[in-house]
T-cell receptor, first 114, second 107 residues
Framework: ETGVTQTPRHLVMGMTNKKSLKCEQH?????MYWYKQSAKKPLELMFV???????ENNSVPSRFSPECPNSSHLFLHLHTLQPEDSALYLC?????????????FGSGTRLTVV | KNEVEQSPQNLTAQEGEFITINCSYS?????LHWLQQHPGGGIVSLFM???GKKKHGRLIATINIQEKHSSLHITASHPRDSAVYIC?????????FGQGTRLTINP
């Protein structure tokens, strides 16, 4: 257990389904991130939330919709996904200031779109 | 070309060997992270360093800011060290990742 908990660990969904990924941290961090890891590719940053405000969106398709209701919880809402969206989705948290650089990652949600 | 490049991409060695994984970066960074990813996906942060050298157990990480290069060394490698090792440069509040090095240690 790293301090960042992601659920579910595995998810299989059809292209017409709507599902949500959940991330939770109780480390006192004030920034949370969604990363996508596709096979044989570096991790790609999707979204950054700092102080519950989205500060970065790396041109992610609108079928991915993030939500950060408070500093401890982060969601990724999924709808009408494509098979190429199958990947490992990782959540991370950190402290948003220059004094602390530590990142903590969750175990990831392995998503398969059929 | 990736902003953060690792070599080698794959490395297989025998138990007990000394392992070196290299990371070069072309972007300005304030710190460099070494991460370990086990099968199943979970990522663990091993080191964060902005200068010099850090050691934790059998793991040693070094960074040369002028040459924009970092290395991760594993002494007396063990099969449980088998994992993907990822270096990541910290830019403006985000990480830029290398593609990872898959390390396999055979008994």
């Amino acid at each position: 257990e790293t301090g960042v908990t992601q659920t579910p660990r595995h998810l299989v969904m059809g292209m017409t389904n709507k599902k949500s990924l959940k991330c939770e941290q109780h480390l006192g961090h004030n920034a949370m991130y969604w990363y996508k890891q596709s096979a044989k590719k570096p991790l790609e940053l999707m979204f950054v939330y700092s102080l519950e405000e989205r500060v970065e969106n790396n041109s992610v398709p609108s079928r991915f919709s993030p939500e950060c209701p408070n500093s401890s919880h982060l969601f990724l809402h999924l709808h009408t996904l494509q098979p190429e969206d199958s990947a490992l989705y990782l959540c991370a948290s950190s402290q948003w200031d220059r004094r602390s650089y530590g990142y903590t990652f969750g175990s990831g949600t392995r998503l398969t779109v059929v | 070309k990736n902003e953060v490049e690792q070599s080698p991409q794959n490395l297989t060695a025998q138990e007990g060997e000394f392992i070196t994984i290299n990371c070069s970066y072309s972007v300005g960074i304030s710190a460099l992270h070494w991460l370990q990813q086990h099968p199943g996906g979970g990522i663990v942060s091993l080191f964060m360093l902005s200068s010099g050298k850090k050691k934790h157990g059998r793991l040693i990480a070094t960074i040369n800011i002028q040459e924009k290069h970092s290395s991760l060394h594993i002494t007396a490698s063990h099969p449980r060290d088998s994992a993907v090792y990822i270096c990541a440069g910290r830019g403006a509040q985000k990480l830029v990742f290398g593609q990872g090095t898959r390390l396999t240690i055979n008994p």
